[in-house]
């Protein structure tokens, strides 16, 4: 199991940026799919972005050209670069680790608490 901790959340205003990490425990962090989830309150966990251990993305519709997301298997830590912040961005954040997409988005792998993004309008 891949034990991962977020971080770099908070209270920004709409057309701000955030930059979301992921710091992953396991040294075979390269061999997994790391994604980034969301859920707002009263709303269902959707993915906002995905990266393979190949480095092929894929975005949710409603963050594309704005959200980035990276990785860097030297320091075992996936990243979500966040630009023109809208209020419809809030939620909390979630890290995802597996070892593919389709079991990620199953509710499986590695999960971390999560992260607080407030966009304030």
């Known amino acids: 199991q891949v034990q991962l901790v977020e971080s770099g959340g908070g209270l920004v205003q709409a057309g701000g940026s955030l930059r979301l990490s992921c710091a992953a425990s396991r040294y075979i962090f390269n061999i997994y799919t790391m994604g980034w989830y969301r859920q707002a309150p009263g709303k269902q966990r959707e993915l906002v972005a995905a990266?393979?251990?190949?480095?092929?993305?894929n975005y949710a519709d409603s963050v594309k050209g704005r959200f980035t997301i990276s990785r860097d298997n030297r320091k075992n830590t996936a990243y979500l670069q966040m630009n023109s912040l809208k209020p419809e961005d809030t939620a909390v954040y979630y890290c995802?680790?597996?070892?593919?997409?389709?079991?990620?988005?199953?509710?499986?792998?590695?999960w971390g608490q999560g992260t607080q993004v407030t966009v304030s309008s």
């Open positions: 995802a680790a597996a070892l593919d997409i389709a079991t990620m988005a199953r509710g499986f792998g590695s």
């Open positions: 990266i393979t251990s190949g480095g092929s993305t």
